[in-house]
């Protein structure tokens, strides 16, 4: 129990203090997350040559499930560096109208595209393979899909299990995640 309340004091203690930047359409905006024509056969492109990981996440204005990640869980200093080193996030507004082109080639309305890949909850992280075959939705190609805010443990372990290709191994994230969290001390 001291272990744990040590670790998050620590991590309280290391989370920066520093307001998080609205854009004109009312989304979270972070250094992380990139600027790009939102075709995402270019962007897996991108990711692929800079060696990182295409994470696309989708969000709304007002969502206060965005707001606390992006003011309680992205801020926590490895979570920041694992987002800023190993992904390459698109960020796409539930409700936008800038045209995406998804892995089939189909190119939509931000809001046209959220409602074809059936999300519904905000924020929600869609996870890339390094290779997408053709003819497939985001949908079909995500190797996971988060909905919703969870806290950084959460978070952290997803985002090192999808980087550790867990998901093509027989060890579900579930159980990947209980097992860091009884090896760092953090489960009993």
């Known amino acids: 129990m001291l272990r744990q309340l040590i670790i998050a004091a620590a991590l309280t203690l290391a989370m920066p203090a520093m307001a998080v930047t609205m854009g004109d359409d009312g989304l979270h905006k972070t250094d992380w997350m990139r600027d790009t024509f939102k075709d995402l056969r270019e962007d897996l492109e991108e990711a692929n040559a800079e060696g990182k990981r295409l994470l696309v996440i989708i969000e709304q204005r007002g969502c206060i499930y965005c707001t606390k990640m992006h003011e309680e869980v992205f801020p926590v200093p490895e979570i920041d560096a694992t987002l800023r080193d190993d992904y390459f996030v698109v960020q796409i507004n539930m409700f936008g109208d800038i045209d995406v082109t998804d892995f089939d080639g189909t ?72 097992r860091i969290l009884q090896e760092q001390g953090i489960l009993e």
């Open 107 to 178: 190119t939509l309305p931000e809001k046209d595209m959220v409602r074809r890949w059936n999300a519904l909850f905000t924020p929600t992280m869609m996870f890339f393979p390094q290779e997408v075959p053709e003819g497939v939705t985001a949908t079909q190609a995500a190797v996971a899909v988060m909905p919703g805010a969870f806290g950084k443990w959460t978070t952290l372990n997803l985002l090192n299990w999808i980087l550790e290709k867990g998901y093509l191994t027989d060890e579900t994230f579930q159980k990947y995640h209980a």
